[in-house]
Nanobody
Framework: EVQLVESGGGLVQAGGSLRLSCAAS????????IGWFRQAPGKEREGVSC????????YYADSVKGRFTISSDNAEKTVYLQMNSLKSEDTDNYYC???????????????????WGKGTLVTVSS
């Protein structure tokens, strides 16, 4: 069974940085993408960034372009989200998720994902 475990969340001041990690296990295919999503209470979950394992293609939401960087260690089956220049509006629960056989940027759409982690809280103080 696929399991995704996030880590790296915490409290940081505005303008600071955090790196989130998503460790995947139980993978039975090599054709997948892992994405990062965030959700505040009472709001819809939104895609932040995702990366395809096969060619390391990356996708970003407009709100984080130039500030966040996604990367992967395929051998370790871990995906990272480096978050710089954090703003108070980046405060959210962050989730990683996996989709098999991804096409294009659909790994940014919450409804496309097959498996989800339990999330990690990021709090940015102003």
């Amino acid at each position: 069974e696929v399991q995704l475990v996030e880590s790296g969340g915490g409290l940081v001041q505005a303008g600071g940085s955090l790196r989130l990690s998503c460790a995947a296990s139980g993978l039975t295919f090599d054709d997948y993408a892992i994405g990062w999503f965030r959700q505040a209470p009472g709001k819809e979950r939104e895609g932040v960034s995702c990366i395809r394992r096969s060619d390391r293609s990356t996708y970003y939401a407009d709100s984080v372009k130039g500030r966040f960087t996604i990367s992967s260690d395929n051998a370790e089956k871990t995906v990272y989200l480096q978050m710089n220049s954090l703003k108070s509006e980046d405060t959210d629960n962050y989730y990683c998720a996996l989709v098999w056989f991804p096409g294009g940027s659909r790994c940014l759409r919450p409804g496309s994902m097959d498996y989800w982690g339990k999330g990690t809280l990021v709090t940015v103080s102003s």
